[in-house]
C-alpha cells in the first residue's frame, strides 16, 4: 500500500503530535509536560501516549469507513449505469 497525502487526516496528524510530545516527555521528563507552578503529573508521557494511539485508531477507521463509502457509491453507479443501458436498449427495441 502506498503512502498518500489523503491518508493524512486530522486523527492522524493529531496522533503523530501527541505521540512526539510522549517521546519528549519520555526523555525530558514530566516536568516538560505540565504548567509552571503546577504539580507534575507521574503519568503525563503515557497519558499523551494513550491519546496517540487513539487518535491513530480513530484516523485508520475513518479512512477504511471513507473507502467503504466510495466502493459502494462506485458500485451504486456502476449499477444504475448498466440498468440505464438495459432501459434503452428495451426502448430501442419498442
Same mark, same amino acid.
Given at each position: 500500500?502506498? *503512502?498518500?497525502?489523503?491518508?493524512?487526516? #486530522?486523527?492522524?496528524? #493529531?496522533?503523530?503530535?501527541? *505521540?512526539?510530545?510522549?517521546? !519528549? %516527555?519520555?526523555?525530558? %521528563?514530566?516536568?516538560? *509536560? #505540565?504548567?509552571? %507552578?503546577?504539580?507534575? &503529573?507521574?503519568?503525563?508521557?503515557?497519558?499523551?501516549?494513550?491519546?496517540?494511539?487513539?487518535?491513530?485508531? &480513530?484516523?485508520? !477507521? #475513518?479512512?477504511?469507513?471513507?473507502? @467503504?463509502?466510495?466502493?459502494?457509491?462506485?458500485?451504486?453507479?456502476? !449499477?444504475?449505469? @448498466?440498468?440505464?443501458?438495459?432501459?434503452?436498449? !428495451? @426502448?430501442?427495441?419498442?
Amino acid at each position: 500500500m502506498r *503512502l498518500r497525502l489523503r491518508y493524512f487526516n #486530522s486523527f492522524i496528524l #493529531s496522533g503523530i503530535a501527541l *505521540l512526539g510530545i510522549a517521546i !519528549v %516527555g519520555v526523555f525530558k %521528563g514530566n516536568r516538560w *509536560l #505540565s504548567e509552571p %507552578g503546577m504539580p507534575e &503529573n507521574p503519568y503525563g508521557w503515557q497519558i499523551y501516549l494513550l491519546a496517540s494511539i487513539i487518535m491513530f485508531i &480513530n484516523g485508520f !477507521v #475513518s479512512i477504511r469507513t471513507a473507502r @467503504q463509502a466510495e466502493a459502494e457509491r462506485a458500485a451504486a453507479s456502476a !449499477v444504475a449505469a @448498466q440498468d440505464s443501458k438495459a432501459a434503452n436498449a !428495451v @426502448q430501442r427495441s419498442d
